[in-house]
Structure formats: structure tokens, C-alpha cells
């Protein structure tokens, strides 16, 4: 796939511009070279990726957070719309975590965590000096209230290729705070009993906490910047880790051995695990159960003794219920300090071994169970404990851990060295380690897993039924398909390679009846294998030519993805895709104002001027514009509008002021009411004159 460069986003991610050295441990002489292995393009256009589950056929389901559910069907080389799930987006909200049921062969449950609409407040364009979608930041309960939501877990039967909505079955809501950022985590994953495990954020604010723990318990202040009332709440789903099994038909109940025991007063029997800020990726060791889990970091650059330490991410091997701290410790021994965040004067640091929650906020206990230490902690610096792990920004992604079947025949299976080791993924580093564990889950050693290998900000890893590694990434980019996003397939190589393939498309685009020429120009095989070619131009699922170069007359408009795949004498196959748009042409949309590298200041407010041109009338409340604190090779969602024109609160938080490494990012987006609908997208970069 062509690499290019650009900007990363992602949420919740902290990022400190601190150049990677090269700590890495010397290559395990157990682990394979990388050159043993092979990275398979499966969809060069996967959306905004964020989830993916791959099932026992080897078809792979992966989301994109605004709403879409896609399959890769192996046996075609197609990627299929399975599902449009409606979602809220405001800042990082979306489809998160999807999963699919342990006994899927029999009753084909897809579970899916995602934002429902609701009625909850949008930008209206009308009033381009005021964003109805932002929750006010002060006010009332009653200025409050019209922003409550939740997060919706529930599943539904897949049909075929086609996910089937009206068959949701509604499991879980956690509630919510819309119209700020940030932390929805969202990871689904079952163990050996069939109980299912949902990480969930704290769904709070850090952007006025300097970087350090976020515990404004000002009477006047929106809730959303306490997360004392969420990650630190018995009495409260946010900030977890739930563990529950779900019913025949819906619903749940909750097993034995949870943090708190059924009927305890002021608590939720559905917590295994609290005190986590955003543990966006776990998994379960398939042999242990034990939950190996990674919690992003806070943003503070440096440690302060009247606030508390610097940014830390974690890993954790979660073997039983447990009080991880957030946001009142990082571990047992390395604590925030209690903050008055409307006096602004610090008091005593926050005891880790009796943890008190005295927010006003609190609906649940408040004395709390003792702060269990991660088995992995480290820092933006080099980590005195972990060299390994380098240095640069914090976004741990906890990976899988690889079971070895040695009875399994796959032409793609990864080799015993890796049985056993849980893989561990830095979205922000653009690394995969693999850590070996000792009996008490001690981690003893990191080593470097396929470092000649891309992993262009990794969003989720799950090894499949055929033993290989599948890979979704993010890519470089803002709130959007970046260039570089993918879902990939990483097999071990024995014997021949995978042929690469190539597709090309001319037109690119036109009105129907418009008759295109495909080329298959610059596909190769790395053992030199003669090929057989297989176009689908309508992707349908049929094969229309097997030429390598072929043409086709497209009699109806739609958004079309011809698809090319290629197989080797040995039956190994891959396929490239072409995005083809057959009628109204995409929109062209601009910045007029602001304009690349404009200088501002952060708190600023900028006006905004978005120019579209179409083959249809524009109607200006189509377009959506949204400002985005640019932090080195990441990105916050801050404020969404509505509009052509419009202004925005360039606002920055403490914790970041003083970086060298921030922008201001706009990003403007248009959807047509064509035939099919298509849509444009523009991004400017401000530059800070503070």
C-alpha cells in the first residue's frame, strides 16, 4: 500500500515530542527474523478503522467509528458494507468495540458498543456564532441534563455478509457525558466460561487539569471534569473494566467473583476492575483468563510535586478483581495530590493503600479497595525498568496472546516461539512488542516483534482461526480514512509469498453509462509464480474477467469498489480494490478562512469560511466543520459545528500549554445528495503564536 506522509489522530492518546531511541532489546534468539514474514493488504479503505473480529470462515468484520461495519471475504478479495449503524460523533463518540459471540457457528451474534444518536443537541448552522452541540463547561444541573447519554452494548444475527440491525438485542447502556471529550474505551472480549468483558473510559474532560488528575468538584463546573464521579464511583459503569453473561435473549446476569458481591450498597456487581482512565485495547489470554490490558495516559509533560507525576501508561494482567487507582494513583506507590481546583491550592497527596472518594459527585462508596500496581508502567523518557519500550508519545494497545496449535494445517499460522507471549502494541511509537511472562504474570523479558515490518499506528490486533496476526491501523491522519489506514493480514511465511496485487481504473469516475478500462499493471509475485487473475467490477461476488486487463460498462450510477485478486500456483490470493464513484462527481471542498499556517492564539476565537463546489446546490447545513488540538502525532476532537461559515474556540488546556509540538487543526467535511452521495473533505493547520 502507498505510504504517505501526514499527520496521526487519535483519541485520547497522550504525546510528548521526545525523539525514539533505540533501546530495543536484542532480537530474541527464539523469535523469528522478519523477513520470515509477510504483510498482506486485506482493505485499503476501511474508514475511520477502530475494531476488528475476525471469524471462524476467516471473513473479518471491522468498524469505522462513524458508524460503518465492513467484511472481508476472503474467498473474493471484496470488502462488504455488512451494516450502517447510526451514531452520535460528537469528539471521539462513534461505533467502538466489536466482537463476535464464543459460540458464533451456531447462533451468528455479532456484539457491537457503539453511541445511539438519541435527541441529544447539535450545532445548529443557523447560528454560526454559537455550537448547540458543545455542553456548556458551567452552569446548572439543568444546563446539564439535556446532554445525559450512554453508550449502547447489544448484538445482532449476521446474515450472509449483512449484519442485521433489526435484530439487536440491547444488552448494556453506560451512561454518559455528551458534548465533551473524551475516554469511551469500548473493547469487547470473552473468556473460557463465555463471560464477556467491556472496557469502558472514564468519559471525562482533561483539557483544564494541566495534564494531572482531572477532580474539579466545583458546584458550578459540568460533572464531565470530575472523573472522581466515574473511574473512581463504585456506584458507576465509567472507567472499568464490567465483566457479565449475557442471556438467551438479551440482557444479563452477573457471575460470581466480581470487584463487588451482588447487593452491596452503592456499588455495580457488574465491575471486575476500576480506577482505569481509557483502556482502549485488552485481550483475554485464551488458556489463562487472565486480562491483559492497557490504560492511556494522562498529558502532563513533566512530575509536579503539588499535582502529582508525569504522564504513565499501563499494562496489566488483570488475574483478579482489583482498584487500578485512576485517577487518584498510578500505582500503590506513585500518587496525585488532592487539588482544589476553585482555591487552587494543593493539599496532601492521595492515600493509594485507602483510597477516599469525597467528590460531592460520588453515588457510590466511599472508602475504596487498595490500588493494585500494573505490571508494566512507563513514561514519555526511557523507562528504567522497561528500556524496551523506547521513548516518545504514551498509546498502549493491549494486544493478544498467541496460542499454538500444532495440529492446525494453515498455510499462515505463526510459529511456537510466539505461544504464550501477549502482544503489546504503541499506537503512538508505531511498534509491536511481545512480552514473556513469568508465573505470576511478572513481565521478564520485551522483545521486538517484526520490527522491519509496518505498523502505521496500530488500532487493534486479533490472531485468527488460521493462526496469522490481523492487523487494523489507523494511519496518518485526522478524524478520517487516512491514506495509510488498512486492514492487513501478517502471515508466517512457509514456502512461497502471497502475490502483491495492483488495480488501476480509467476514468476514475463519470455518469452512467461510463465504460472504464482496468489494468492490473505493476501486480508481482515474489517467488515469480505465474498468476491467475480474477476482476469483479461490480463486486457482486461473480467474476467478470479473468484477463489481467480488462474494461466494463457501468449502466447504473453507484459508489462502486472493483475488485482484483490474484492467486499463485499455490493457491495463495490476495486482492487490491478501486474506490469508482459512477455519477455525480464528489464535491470539492476548501478552506477560504482560516488558511494553512495562519497564526493564532490559543483561546482565540476563529472564524470560519468553507467553500463547496458541486455538480448539485450545496446546502451549507451539510457541512461540518471540527477543531482539533493537534499534539505531535496525535489529535483531541474538541468542538464540532455546523455551517459554510461559522467561528470556533481555539481553547487549550494547561497540560499542554508550553509544548512546542501544537496546532490548531480544522477539518471541514461535505456530503452531497447526489446519486449516489459522495463526499469532500479539507484539513488546515493553524499555527500557534503561543
Known amino acids: 500500500m502507498m505510504r504517505r506522509l501526514g499527520f496521526v489522530a487519535f483519541v485520547g492518546a497522550a504525546v510528548l515530542a521526545v525523539p525514539t531511541a533505540a533501546f530495543s532489546h536484542p532480537p530474541s534468539p527464539d523469535l523469528p527474523p522478519s523477513s520470515d514474514f509477510q504483510k498482506v493488504t486485506l482493505n485499503d479503505f476501511p474508514g475511520e478503522p477502530i475494531a476488528l473480529a475476525v471469524l471462524p470462515d476467516r471473513r473479518v468484520l471491522h468498524t469505522a467509528r462513524t458508524g460503518e461495519v465492513r467484511i472481508h471475504e476472503p474467498s473474493t478479495g471484496r470488502n462488504v458494507l455488512a451494516a450502517k449503524i447510526p451514531v452520535y460523533q460528537h469528539d471521539e463518540e462513534g461505533v467502538q468495540g466489536i466482537a463476535i459471540d464464543p459460540d458464533f457457528a451456531h447462533n451468528h451474534w455479532v456484539y457491537v458498543y457503539y453511541s445511539p444518536p438519541l435527541n441529544t443537541p447539535a450545532d445548529d448552522p443557523t447560528t454560526p456564532s454559537f455550537n448547540e452541540g458543545d455542553a456548556p463547561s458551567e452552569g446548572t444541573a439543568a444546563d446539564f441534563a439535556p446532554f445525559k447519554g450512554y453508550l449502547q452494548l447489544s448484538r445482532y444475527k449476521l446474515a450472509g455478509n449483512t449484519l442485521q440491525l433489526g435484530t439487536e438485542q440491547k444488552i448494556m447502556q453506560v451512561a454518559t457525558d455528551r458534548g465533551q471529550c473524551c475516554h469511551v474505551g469500548g473493547k469487547i472480549d470473552f473468556d473460557r466460561a463465555g463471560n464477556l468483558y467491556l472496557s469502558t473510559g472514564d468519559d471525562t474532560n482533561p ?14 463546573r459540568n460533572p464531565v471534569f470530575d472523573a472522581q464521579r466515574s473511574a473512581a464511583n463504585t456506584n458507576d ?32 456487581p ?16 485464551p488458556r489463562t483468563d487472565v486480562v491483559l490490558m492497557a ?8 512530575a509536579n510535586p503539588a499535582r502529582g507525576p508525569a504522564g504513565q501508561g499501563r499494562w496489566m494482567a488483570i488475574d483478579k478483581p482489583a482498584n487500578y487507582g485512576w485517577p487518584y494513583c498510578v500505582s500503590p506507590d506513585l500518587a496525585y495530590v488532592d487539588y482544589d481546583f476553585g482555591t487552587g491550592v494543593s493539599g496532601a497527596p492521595f492515600n493509594c493503600k485507602a483510597p477516599v472518594n469525597e467528590s460531592p459527585h460520588n453515588t457510590g462508596l466511599r472508602n475504596l479497595p487498595p490500588v493494585e500496581k500494573a505490571e508494566v508502567i512507563y513514561s514519555y523518557g526511557a523507562s528504567a525498568e522497561f528500556p524496551e519500550l523506547g521513548t516518545g508519545g504514551i498509546g498502549p494497545m493491549g494486544g493478544p496472546s498467541y496460542k499454538y496449535d500444532k495440529n492446525l494445517k494453515s498455510q499462515f499460522k505463526w510459529p511456537a516461539q510466539f505461544d504464550g507471549k501477549p502482544l503489546f502494541a504503541e499506537w503512538t511509537r508505531d511498534y509491536v512488542k511481545a512480552f514473556t511472562l513469568d508465573r505470576r504474570n511478572q513481565v521478564t523479558r520485551i522483545d521486538d516483534v517484526l520490527p522491519e515490518i509496518v505498523f502505521d499506528n496500530p488500532m487493534d490486533l486479533e490472531f485468527g482461526p488460521d493462526g496469522a496476526l490481523y492487523v487494523l491501523e489507523y494511519g496518518d491522519g485526522f478524524f478520517a480514512e487516512n491514506p495509510d489506514a488498512q486492514l492487513a493480514r501478517i502471515d508466517y511465511v512457509r514456502g512461497n509469498r502471497t502475490p502483491i496485487p495492483h488495480a488501476a481504473a480509467t476514468p476514475t469516475s463519470g455518469q452512467a453509462p461510463l465504460t472504464v478500462a482496468f489494468s492490473s499493471a505493476g501486480t508481482t509475485d515474489p517467488d515469480g509464480d505465474a498468476l491467475k487473475y480474477e476482476w469483479d467490477f461490480n463486486a457482486d461476488g461473480r467474476v467478470d474477467s479473468r484477463q489481467p486487463n480488462a474494461s466494463y460498462t457501468f449502466t447504473q450510477n453507484g459508489n462502486y469498489r472493483p475488485v482484483l485478486k490474484v492467486t499463485d500456483r499455490t493457491g495463495r490470493s490476495a486482492s487490491a480494490e478501486v474506490i469508482l464513484p459512477v455519477g455525480t462527481l464528489a464535491p470539492r471542498v476548501s478552506f477560504v478562512t482560516p ?11 476563529v472564524n470560519f469560511q468553507v467553500n463547496v463546489v458541486d455538480d448539485a446546490p450545496v446546502d451549507c447545513s451539510r457541512v461540518t466543520v471540527t477543531y482539533i488540538l493537534g499534539h505531535a502525532q496525535h489529535g483531541h476532537p474538541l468542538s464540532t459545528a455546523s455551517g459554510c461559515t461559522g467561528s470556533i474556540v481555539t481553547f487549550l488546556d494547561p497540560g499542554h500549554a508550553g509544548s512546542d509540538d501544537l496546532t490548531g487543526v480544522f477539518v471541514a467535511s ?13 484539513t488546515v493547520v493553524l499555527t500557534p503564536t503561543n
Not at 247 to 267: I, S
Not at 270 to 285: H, V
Request: glycine letters at 12%; charged letters at 25%; proline letters at 10%.
Open 670 to 682: 461535505y456530503t452531497d445528495t447526489g446519486t449516489p452521495p459522495q463526499t469532500g473533505t479539507a
Open 207 to 220: 483539557f483544564f487539569s494541566d495534564g494531572y488528575a482531572p477532580i474539579d468538584e466545583r458546584a458550578n
Open 237 to 268: 459503569l465509567r472507567g472499568k473494566l464490567l465483566r457479565i453473561k449475557v442471556g438467551k435473549n438479551g440482557g444479563y446476569t452477573v457471575p460470581k467473583g466480581n470487584l463487588f458481591k451482588p447487593g452491596t450498597p452503592k456499588t455495580r
Open 595 to 605: 488558511t494553512e499556517d495562519q497564526p493564532f492564539a490559543f483561546g482565540d476565537t
Open 295 to 302: 490504560d492511556y495516559s494522562p498529558d502532563a509533560n513533566a
Open 270 to 285: 457488574e465491575i471486575y476492575a476500576m480506577g482505569l482512565r481509557n483502556p482502549f485495547r485488552f485481550t483475554i489470554d
